[in-house]
């Protein structure tokens, strides 16, 4: 059983305790440690924090009532229990959870990718390619987690709290797993849920606009995802492009991948088609032909961050390639949706939700259509609403024709989210304006003739519609695809 003392927890917590009121308790065990009240069990320790939209001090009685024997809090509570009260309840969960299962990132390789964009493509090439090559591991990130190829699942966060972290890195090391792969995100970074972690390769992708409704700015967002290469372990690795290398002023060990001639890991002769995107990249090891079976420019980036990583580890630049070369994909990712080629067109899902993921999904769709490229989009809500205009904007000089709609409204008003996003289309571009996402796609596939290209972006492999915290509702955007399509064909069948 894992478990610790309340003297442990005191010592690996000690630069941030105000005050403890603990009596004579300080030899006592605690046999488990969360934030939720509904997994309290006797003998935990229960960590309190003031969040955006609830206060667990105010439940602490409860707590205590089903057998918490200590509280974690960020101030002094009138109630008759063991409590320690912290600077902040996120990073004592961070370093007490690193103690309680027993600092489990030191015995695993542990890759974590941040960026805007391109951290999930990454992360599941990682995961990829690592399986090719016989090793086994875990993957947290934003389509499913999974670990050791057993427990697949999604989360609601890209990456989760501190204890689950720590959880599923040690029974990661317990099952003899021999690496964790996981999506870092800037609010993770923000929140200490990864202060606990150490990285053999931290790796960034790019930073580009967004979260600007959690970050007081856009400098404060970069400080906050070049801080991942604070926590990397002492003979760990970053790697970053060109682009942002200059923005890692930390003395560590830097490997840098790009276009550019300053780059360790060299991009050239770029040839997108729609299955695949070829390439050359030389590296200290020499030059390789390289292919990555998904379209775009910014997938070549996203091979070449992960074979710098892998040949930095040690592996053959060659063989990490040729595993590369058998990668599905990830969900949601400039994903086709077949079926659509009954109508004689292609249809494809992208979870693109940025002004810049937006521009280089579309930049590829354009390159890919000898037809008219017709965009559906919109904009999530409780999110950064200064991003919605640029989005219009991008899509607008980048589409034939733009069809605005709801995406996930979280509780916002859809017309004023609407109406944002719609503020910035480009006086002259054809667009309309539809409220229904399921009538904005079905008007799409309407307008689509022979040779043209129909782009659905925002929500990817996402299968729910958030309208508020009450009402969600099924909706997933390849199968609403698939629905309307045979609908059509089998009209057309009729004829």
């Known amino acids: 059983m ?26 006592l065990r605690i046999t488990g440690i969360t934030d939720k009240s509904n997994d309290v069990k006797p003998g935990y320790l229960f960590f309190c924090r003031k969040g955006s939209q609830f206060d667990s001090h105010e439940i602490a009685p409860e707590i205590v009532k089903k057998g918490a024997v200590l509280l974690i809090t960020e101030r002094f509570l009138q109630i008759d229990a063991p409590m320690v009260v912290v600077s902040d309840s ?13 600092n489990p990132s030191e015995d695993l390789t542990v890759i974590g990718v941040t960026g805007t ?57 317990q099952n003899c797993g021999e690496y964790f792969t996981m999506e870092v995100s800037s609010h ?18 790019n930073i580009t606009r ?46 840098v991948y790009g276009t550019s001639r300053k780059c360790h890991y ?34 070549a980036y996203n091979a070449a961050l992960v074979i710098a990583s892998l040949a930095e580890m040690g592996y053959s630049p060659r063989d990490i390639i040729e595993a590369l070369r058998s990668f599905d994909g990830v969900e949601g990712r400039f994903e086709y949706v077949k079926e659509a080629s009954l109508m ?22 354009k390159h890919l259509t000898t037809g008219r490229l017709i965009t559906v989009f919109g904009a999530g809500g409780m999110a950064d609403k200064g991003k919605r205009p640029l989005m219009a904007e991008v899509a607008s000089k980048l589409s034939d024709v733009v069809i605005i709609t709801t995406d996930d409204p979280r509780g916002e008003d859809v017309d004023e989210i609407l109406s944002q996003v719609e503020s910035g289309v480009i006086p002259g571009t054809p667009y ?61 069948m009729k004829k």
């Open 2 to 27: 894992i478990n610790l003392y309340v003297s442990d927890i005191l010592k690996c917590i000690s630069d941030i305790v105000i005050d403890a009121h603990l009596d004579s308790q300080s030899n």
């Open 90 to 102: 996120r990073l004592a969960e961070a370093l007490i959870a690193k103690n309680f299962f027993q």
């Open 117 to 173: 964009n391109g951290k999930t493509t990454c992360s599941h090439l990682f995961h990829h390619i690592l399986g090719k090559f016989g090793s086994t591991g875990s993957l947290l990130g934003t389509v499913f987690y999974e670990i050791l190829g057993v427990s697949r699942f999604h989360h609601d966060n890209t990456t989760p709290g501190a204890i689950e972290i720590m959880s599923a890195m040690q029974k990661t090391k």
């Open 188 to 205: 993770s970074l923000a929140m200490n849920r990864v202060e606990g972690v150490r990285f053999d390769i931290a790796a960034l992708t």
């Open 210 to 255: 967004d979260h600007l409704d959690f970050h007081s700015c856009f400098e404060e967002y970069s400080r906050t995802k070049l801080h991942i290469f604070d926590l990397l372990k002492d003979n760990g690795i970053a790697v970053i492009s060109d682009e942002f290398e200059h923005l890692l002023q930390k003395r560590v060990n830097k490997i």
């Open 266 to 299: 060299r991009i050239e002769d770029v040839d997108v088609d729609k299955v695949r995107t070829d390439f050359t990249i030389k590296t200290p090891q020499g030059t390789f032909q390289a292919c990555i079976p998904l379209p775009g420019i910014h997938n």
């Open 344 to 365: 004689g067109f292609d249809v494809v899902v992208d979870f693109a939700h940025t002004p810049d993921a937006l521009e280089k999904t579309l930049v590829t769709a």
């Open 432 to 492: 309309l304006v539809l409220r229904d996402r399921y009538e904005a796609i079905e008007t799409a596939l309407t307008l689509a003739n022979r040779g043209d290209m129909v782009l659905v972006a925002g929500r990817g492999h996402e299968e729910y519609q958030i309208f508020s915290k009450e009402k969600k509702i099924p909706f997933k955007d390849s199968e609403i695809i698939r629905n309307i399509v045979y609908r059509e064909y089998a009209k057309e």
